[in-house]
T-cell receptor, first 115, second 113 residues
Framework: AQSVTQLGSHVSVSEGALVLLRCNYS??????LFWYVQYPNQGLQLLLK??????LVKGINGFEAEFKKSETSFHLTKPSAHMSDAAEYFC?????????????FGTGTKLQVIP | KAGVTQTPRYLIKTRGQQVTLSCSPI?????VSWYQQTPGQGLQFLFE???????NKGNFPGRFSGRQFSNSRSEMNVSTLELGDSALYLC????????????FGPGTRLTVL
């Protein structure tokens, strides 16, 4: 079984401030981890993913996340928020399943960027 | 390459009716997954098709079904619609492998009255 917990359904930051969106996961097998972004009335876009190897993962739009196995966390960060970062962000986990995916999503965090 | 396309984008139905949603994956992608997104339940996995075979299924009743054609296009069907089926239905495609990125379509917004 697997699950994802995103702490904070709404997060507000000032433009130029650090963005930190928290994600903790539970998985009985080694996980694949993902962060997606969703803009209003659109589908999801992959920001970054961790499969194996380097635990610090860099994604698009200046975002990065670090896989910490001991803390079962995969927090998303960005050094300086832009107005265009305002969106909903989803953390997701999928078991290393050797051929197929059953992705479990978190409940999402809406990021507000204040000018 | 064209992205994942879903038709129709918006749909209004009444309780008891059935509905069919369509998804065209990115060219060359063989896997198509479907998700339901609602404010209350969030994003929930419905099923995944690969080479015309369903290889994974979420916890949804049998009223939800799908299929995939030889060209990888997929359809999802919901029979005997209930008010609670109102949601954004998202389709995602990927090449095939476990680590391949899923690319999402814009979704079909289904409203059941």
């Amino acid at each position: 079984a697997q699950s994802v917990t995103q702490l904070g359904s709404h997060v507000s930051v000032s433009e130029g401030a650090l963005v930190l969106l928290r994600c903790n996961y539970s998985s009985s097998v080694p996980p694949y981890l993902f962060w997606y972004v969703q803009y209003p009335n659109q589908g999801l876009q992959l920001l970054l993913k961790y499969t194996t190897g380097a635990t610090l993962v860099k994604g698009i739009n200046g975002f990065e996340a670090e896989f910490k196995k001991s803390e079962t966390s995969f927090h998303l960060t960005k050094p300086s928020a832009h107005m265009s970062d305002a969106a909903e962000y989803f953390c997701a986990v999928s078991p290393f399943s050797g051929g197929y995916q059953k992705v479990t999503f978190g409940t999402g965090t809406k990021l507000q960027v204040i000018p | 390459k064209a992205g994942v396309t879903q038709t129709p984008r918006y749909l209004i139905k009444t309780r008891g009716q059935q509905v069919t949603l369509s998804c065209s994956p990115i060219s060359g992608h063989r896997s198509v997954s479907w998700y339901q997104q609602t404010p209350g339940q969030g994003l929930q996995f419905l099923f995944e098709y690969f080479s015309e075979t369903q290889r994974n299924k979420g916890n949804f009743p049998g009223r939800f079904s799908g299929r995939q054609f030889s060209n990888s296009r997929s359809e999802m069907n919901v029979s005997t619609l209930e008010l609670g089926d109102s949601a954004l239905y998202l389709c995602a495609s990927r090449l095939a492998g476990d680590t391949d990125t899923q690319y999402f379509g814009p979704g079909t917004r289904l409203t059941v009255l």
